[in-house]
């Protein structure tokens, strides 16, 4: 009696240990993220890196000082993944913006997905000296269905237009400042434009996570010989 029930106990032990090197299979492994660093401050080095990140990266952009005639993902037109653009600061890593007005030309054009977040910080975006710096789309470009996008602790200086967000996308701008010079057309800080006449048929989603929010940031706008200032929005 006493060998069947240390038999049993012994059973028992290697089942449940068997049990635990099942679960421990079937237990989904932790993904652990890198950072991946740009060669250079140039739109070909930022894609190199953009393009060799994998969902969770953090692609960090270097100090200093460049200047930009395309985007990154100009020619490319590439589907956003979910990941972090780090700069070094602002002021830090500045991209003097003298891209053309053509569609896809601007700094960073972003093709967003859903399910995919991504977060573009610590960049400073310069006209100044541009004629068309900005014109028609501004140098940060969000479109597609992106619902969980934030953009933070940026500069964008002296342009006509900033940013441009269309689609159904959904995000956070904050902690940025704006410097607006009107040139070319009315000085705008942000277009933002839903997914259509779709909008309307959905129900009222005030204050939830289904918009786009403008949070904390610092507006400046000047003209020809005025300047108007606007802080914490």
């Known amino acids: 009696f006493l060998t069947m029930n240390i038999r049993n106990t012994r059973f028992r032990l290697l089942l449940a240990l068997s049990f635990l090197v099942v679960a421990d299979g079937l237990r989904p492994k932790a993904v652990r993220a890198e950072t991946l660093t740009a ?29 930009w005639k395309s ?15 780090q700069g070094a600061g602002i002021d830090k890593t500045v991209i003097r913006t003298d891209t053309t007005t053509a569609p ?14 991504f977060r573009i910080t610590g960049i400073t975006f310069d006209g100044t000296g541009f004629a068309n710096a900005g014109t028609w789309a501004g140098e940060v470009v969000i479109s597609g269905n992106c619902k969980n996008f934030r953009v933070d602790h940026c500069k964008f200086l002296n342009m006509d237009q900033m940013m441009t967000i269309t689609g159904d996308t959904y995000g956070l701008v904050d902690h940025c400042s704006f410097h607006a010079l009107e040139k070319n057309r009315l000085a705008q800080t942000i277009y933002c434009q839903g997914p259509g006449k779709v909008a309307f048929t959905r129900p009222l989603a005030l204050g939830t996570a289904q918009a ?14 005025e300047l108007q200032s606007l802080t914490n929005l």
């Open 39 to 67: 060669a250079a401050l140039t739109p070909e080095a930022v894609w190199d890196a953009i393009n060799a990140a994998k969902d969770g990266d953090i692609v960090h952009i270097p100090e200093g000082m460049a200047l």
């Open 71 to 85: 985007g990154w993902n100009s020619k490319h037109w590439a589907k956003m993944k979910a990941i972090t653009i």
């Open 104 to 117: 896809g030309d601007k700094a960073f054009v972003i093709n967003g997905v859903e399910g995919k977040p």
């Open 212 to 225: 786009v929010y403008f949070e904390d940031n610092e507006r400046s706008e000047e003209h020809t010989s």
